[in-house]
């Protein structure tokens, strides 16, 4: 009788520890939802474990993730050295400030995709277009060396399973940092489209030549404006 005793104890204290763990699995926030909101680009390193911050921000990389999967921000510079980089990114750069006009508040526009519940990979695609009423992508894609035939105003540039990671803040439920990494698992598809929409492949740049990296971000409670215009 004791020991059944001793048993059911037992088993009633494991029930108790698995109730509680699929209760705390429950209310885990699903990885949308956590990516959502205003972010800025705050460390930036390349494959090497180089920093590339101020290589890839122009003036600052801020991004709003919205629940329609919208991404609106000045992420051009930082996908535009994810794709091409390379040795002409110094000449190249100094046109890209020209192209992107953030100044005035003229943001790139994106999208991204991830699947239900809290993977641990989602899919981001940058429209890479120049901002500036002036300025022009073509001129920037001659720079880093992109064929006559295949200069566009707009091209698509999409990479999928990225890993993303948003850690809580020690001993609190906050995250108020998301990590992206462009590693080995990563692939990229580069498209644009015709005059009805359609989407079209793009070839006017290897798509396993992008540079691999880790971008973390930090939440901020101001709008992409007021994170713009601070870094003036």
Not at 157 to 168: L, R, Y
């Amino acid at each position: 009788m004791k020991k059944n005793k001793i048993f059911l104890g037992i088993i009633a204290f494991l029930a108790i520890i698995c109730i509680n763990s699929c209760k705390k699995i429950e209310e885990e926030p699903p990885t949308k939802v956590l990516m959502q909101g205003t972010w800025e680009l705050t460390a930036a390193e390349n494959a090497s474990g180089q920093n590339i911050l101020n290589t890839v921000a122009f003036p600052v990389t801020a991004i709003q993730l919205t629940d329609d999967n919208g991404m609106l921000g000045s992420q051009g510079p930082l996908f535009t050295y994810t794709v091409y980089g390379g040795s002409q990114w110094v000449t190249a750069s100094a046109k890209i400030k020209q192209a992107f006009d953030y100044a005035n508040f003229r943001f790139n526009t994106g999208e991204f995709f991830v699947a239900a519940g809290n993977p641990t990979r989602f899919t981001v695609e940058a429209k890479l277009q120049a901002t500036a009423l002036a300025g022009g992508l073509t001129d920037v894609l001659t720079i880093l060396g992109v064929g006559q035939g295949w200069l566009q105003q707009v091209i698509y540039h999409k990479f999928i399973d990225v890993k993303v990671t948003i850690p809580k803040v020690d001993n609190t439920e906050e995250r108020n940092t998301m990590i992206w990494e462009f590693d080995n698992q990563t692939t990229a598809a580069y498209n644009y489209k015709d005059g009805q929409g359609n989407i079209i492949l793009w070839g006017g740049w290897p798509v396993n030549n992008f540079s691999k990296g880790k971008y973390t971000f930090t939440k901020r409670i101001t709008g992409l404006n007021d994170i713009i215009t601070a870094h003036l």
